[in-house]
C-alpha cells in the first residue's frame, strides 16, 4: 500500500516585486516525506523555513513548482471527480489563528454544519446538531448546545481551538495538518490541547503533521512519532522523535535542543555546553549562501561546508543533511565515555 500522503523531490518557489525588482524566493526544495496511516509527524524549524508552506502544499492551497504531492500514490493535481472529493475529504488543516478561522457572522452551528449539508453527510440540520453535539463533547466542550448557538467573539482562544480540531474531523479525515494549533493559547490550555490532539488520533485513527516551532509541545504531541527538521526551505533531519531529541544528529537541531530550559539535571548537564555559532542571524531568503546553507552558523565549519549542499543520507536510525555528521557523532560518544 503506497503512504497515506507523499511528498517527493516538491519544491515551491514564490515571486516578490515586479519588473527589475522582481525576485525569486525558494520557499521549499527536494522535500521527501511519506506520511501513513495513524502516524504523527512534528515538523520543526525557526520563523521561515518552510514549515507552514509544507503544510499548505499538503492540503492543496499551494501547488508545488517542482516535485509532486501524491494522495495515496496519486498526484493531487492530477485528481478528478470522486477521487479529488475523496482527497478534499481526507486531509484537513487547523489554522493557526481561530479567530480568523471562523466566521464572525454565523454562529458556530452555521459554520460546521455547512460542509456537512453540503457533503451529505448528515440530511437535515436536526441530524447536524446531533452529529455536532457529539463531537463537542468528543473535544470537551460541554454542554455543547451552548457552544453551537455562540458566535466566535463569546468563546476562549482555546474553545475556538477545539472548534477547529471538532470541525476538521466532522468530515472524518485521515489526516489533520495542524499548523501551530497551540501557540496562540494560554500555556495552561496547550497541555489539554495536545492530550486531546492524541486523544482524537487513537479514536479515530487519523493521522497529524504537528507544526511547530516549540520543541516541548513537539516532543509531547509526537512521543512515539517522527520529527522533521527544517531549515530555509529543506530537510535537514528527520529520525524517530526520542532517539532525534536524544542524539541531535544535525548541528543546528543540537543548538535548537540546547536552547530549551531543560528541568531534567540529567539532560540539562548532556546539553548545557551550548553551542557557540558563529552568527546569529538567519541568511537572507533572497541570497542565500552556497553550499550547506547553515554554514555562515556552523561552529564546524570546514571548506567543503560552503563548497557543496549535503544531501539527506541514512545515519542513527534516521536521516541527516550534513557533511561531518559521523564525526561530530563519533566525538560526542567519546566525550560520554571520557576518552
Given at each position: 500500500?503506497?503512504?497515506?500522503?507523499?511528498?517527493?523531490?516538491?519544491?515551491?518557489?514564490?515571486?516578490?516585486?515586479?519588473?527589475?525588482?522582481?525576485?525569486?524566493?525558494?520557499?521549499?526544495?527536494?522535500?521527501?516525506?511519506?506520511?501513513?496511516?495513524?502516524?504523527?509527524?512534528?515538523?520543526?524549524?525557526?520563523?521561515?523555513c518552510g514549515k507552514t508552506t509544507?503544510?499548505?502544499?499538503?492540503?492543496?492551497?499551494?501547488?508545488?513548482?517542482?516535485?509532486?504531492?501524491?494522495?495515496?500514490?496519486?498526484?493531487?493535481?492530477?485528481?478528478?471527480?470522486?477521487?479529488?472529493?475523496?482527497?478534499?475529504?481526507?486531509?484537513?488543516?487547523?489554522?493557526?489563528?481561530?479567530?480568523?478561522?471562523?466566521?464572525?457572522?454565523?454562529?458556530?452551528?452555521?459554520?460546521?454544519?455547512?460542509?456537512?449539508?453540503?457533503?451529505?453527510?448528515?440530511?437535515n440540520e436536526a441530524e447536524a446538531?446531533?452529529?455536532?453535539?457529539?463531537?463537542?463533547?468528543?473535544?470537551?466542550?460541554?454542554?455543547?448546545?451552548?457552544?453551537?448557538?455562540?458566535?466566535?467573539?463569546?468563546?476562549?482562544?482555546?474553545?475556538?481551538?477545539?472548534?477547529?480540531?471538532?470541525?476538521?474531523?466532522?468530515?472524518?479525515?485521515?489526516?489533520?495538518?495542524?499548523?501551530?494549533?497551540?501557540?496562540?493559547?494560554?500555556?495552561?490550555?496547550?497541555?489539554?490541547?495536545?492530550?486531546?490532539?492524541?486523544?482524537?488520533?487513537?479514536?479515530?485513527?487519523?493521522?497529524?503533521?504537528?507544526?511547530?516551532?516549540?520543541?516541548?509541545?513537539?516532543?509531547?504531541?509526537?512521543?512515539?512519532?517522527?520529527?522533521?527538521?527544517?531549515?530555509?526551505?529543506?530537510?535537514?533531519?528527520?529520525?524517530?522523535?526520542?532517539?532525534?531529541?536524544?542524539?541531535?544528529?544535525?548541528?543546528?537541531?543540537?543548538?535548537?535542543?540546547?536552547?530549551?530550559?531543560?528541568?531534567?539535571?540529567?539532560?540539562?548537564?548532556?546539553?548545557?555546553?551550548?553551542?557557540?555559532?558563529?552568527?546569529?542571524?538567519?541568511?537572507?531568503?533572497?541570497?542565500?549562501?552556497?553550499?550547506?546553507?547553515?554554514?555562515?552558523?556552523?561552529?564546524?565549519?570546514?571548506?567543503?561546508?560552503?563548497?557543496?549542499?549535503?544531501?539527506?543520507?541514512?545515519?542513527?536510525?534516521?536521516?541527516?543533511?550534513?557533511?561531518?555528521?559521523?564525526?561530530?557523532?563519533?566525538?560526542?560518544?567519546?566525550?560520554?565515555?571520557?576518552?
Amino acid at each position: 500500500m503506497p503512504p497515506l500522503i507523499e511528498l517527493k523531490d516538491a519544491g515551491i518557489r514564490f515571486t516578490s516585486g515586479a519588473g527589475r525588482k522582481k525576485n525569486t524566493i525558494q520557499a521549499l526544495t527536494g522535500v521527501n516525506l511519506a506520511i501513513d496511516k495513524g502516524e504523527i509527524i512534528a515538523v520543526v524549524g525557526e520563523s521561515g523555513c518552510g514549515k507552514t508552506t509544507m503544510g499548505k502544499l499538503i492540503v492543496g492551497i499551494h501547488k508545488p513548482t517542482e516535485g509532486q504531492v501524491l494522495y495515496k500514490g496519486r498526484d493531487i493535481w492530477t485528481l478528478k471527480g470522486k477521487d479529488y472529493h475523496e482527497y478534499r475529504m481526507g486531509v484537513q488543516m487547523v489554522h493557526q489563528d481561530s479567530y480568523a478561522a471562523l466566521n464572525p457572522n454565523k454562529t458556530i452551528f452555521q459554520s460546521l454544519s455547512l460542509p456537512l449539508l453540503q457533503h451529505n453527510i448528515v440530511k437535515n440540520e436536526a441530524e447536524a446538531f446531533e452529529y455536532l453535539s457529539g463531537l463537542l463533547v468528543d473535544v470537551g466542550l460541554t454542554p455543547p448546545a451552548i457552544f453551537l448557538e455562540k458566535y466566535p467573539h463569546q468563546l476562549s482562544g482555546g474553545q475556538r481551538q477545539r472548534l477547529l480540531l471538532a470541525r476538521a474531523l466532522s468530515v472524518r479525515p485521515e489526516l489533520i495538518v495542524a499548523d501551530e494549533p497551540v501557540s496562540m493559547v494560554d500555556v495552561s490550555m496547550r497541555i489539554s490541547l495536545l492530550s486531546l490532539m492524541a486523544r482524537m488520533k487513537e479514536k479515530y485513527n487519523v493521522s497529524f503533521l504537528y507544526i511547530t516551532h516549540d520543541l516541548g509541545t513537539a516532543r509531547y504531541i509526537a512521543a512515539s512519532g517522527r520529527i522533521v527538521v527544517m531549515y530555509l526551505g529543506r530537510m535537514i533531519e528527520w529520525n524517530s522523535i526520542q532517539k532525534a531529541i536524544d542524539c541531535p544528529m544535525h548541528p543546528y537541531f543540537h543548538a535548537l535542543i540546547s536552547a530549551v530550559p531543560e528541568a531534567d539535571p540529567k539532560r540539562r548537564t548532556e546539553f548545557a555546553r551550548q553551542l557557540p555559532l558563529r552568527s546569529l542571524d538567519l541568511p537572507n531568503l533572497l541570497n542565500l549562501p552556497s553550499g550547506c546553507k547553515f554554514h555562515p552558523r556552523c561552529p564546524y565549519y570546514e571548506e567543503i561546508c560552503a563548497r557543496e549542499e549535503p544531501k539527506l543520507h541514512p545515519l542513527n536510525g534516521g536521516y541527516v543533511a550534513c557533511h561531518r555528521a559521523e564525526e561530530i557523532l563519533a566525538q560526542r560518544e567519546k566525550e560520554k565515555s571520557g576518552i
